[in-house]
């Protein structure tokens, strides 16, 4: 291993689902271009976690995009992390920010959005959006690319 790994725990090691996102460790790695304007985008297609009313699984499409500061987020902890929601109850809402939120604590990056495109519960999708504030002047960024919710339409 380099250097640059020298400090994960979970790269390259067996590693179990964390039961909860509060017992999950998110791991960051040096950015290895520093001082350049560019994102990174994680799609999670199959997001799952609890309604904490009724315990019953809900779904979502997260897009998480990101300028990297001077770190980036370790994707074996990234996806990890995000598996450990599957048994946690919160509504969409907490889930998409929090997750927005915890990342940007550990990476301290230029500029990151999380979007959070629910299936429909009850008959109606509800989609979440957060960014940590305007994207930098000059970054390539394309739309995220998850139309609305038509149902059989």
């Known amino acids: 291993m380099s250097h640059y790994t020298d400090a994960l725990t979970q790269l390259g090691a067996n590693t179990t ?49 990101y300028v990297p500061g001077d770190w980036l987020v370790e994707s074996k902890s990234l996806k990890l992390f995000l598996g450990s929601f599957r048994n946690h109850g919160a509504f969409h809402e907490d889930c998409t920010v929090g997750i927005g939120k915890r990342i940007a604590e550990l990476l301290d990056p230029q500029w990151l959005r999380i979007g959070g495109y629910w299936y429909p519960r ?22 995220q690319g998850v139309p609305t919710y038509r149902g059989r339409g």
């Open 17 to 65: 689902q964390p039961q909860s996102p509060e017992e999950a460790v998110l791991e960051r790695v040096p950015n290895p271009q520093p001082g350049t304007l560019y994102a990174v985008r994680f799609t999670q297609p199959e997001f799952t976690s609890l309604c904490p009313i009724t315990g019953q699984p809900d779904f979502a499409h997260l897009v998480i995009d």
């Open 122 to 143: 009850g008959g109606m999708p509800i989609d979440v959006f957060w960014q940590t504030g305007a994207a930098p002047q000059g970054l390539w960024l394309p739309d």
